[in-house]
């Protein structure tokens, strides 16, 4: 227990309140940059999907 609590402090006493700060700002902004181009693609391979495919909904080949 004695060497988590030093580890502990080891690494509050490396780290600063900056990094503390801007490190969980950076990675939410990249969760949600990755989140937003996800659903970007899949409204674009959707779109592409249904232009092919429009000339045949007539046809009932679809």
Do not use: Q
Not at 14 to 24: D, F, G, M, Q, R
Not at 37 to 50: F, P, Q, S, V
């Amino acid at each position: 227990m004695k060497n988590i609590e030093k580890l502990k402090e080891n690494i509050d006493k490396k780290t600063s309140p900056v990094a503390k700060i801007v490190i969980p700002i950076i990675s939410a902004v990249f969760v949600v940059a990755v989140a937003v181009a996800y659903i970007c693609l899949k409204i674009a391979d959707e779109t592409r999907y249904n232009e092919k495919w429009k000339d045949y909904d007539e046809c009932g080949m679809h």
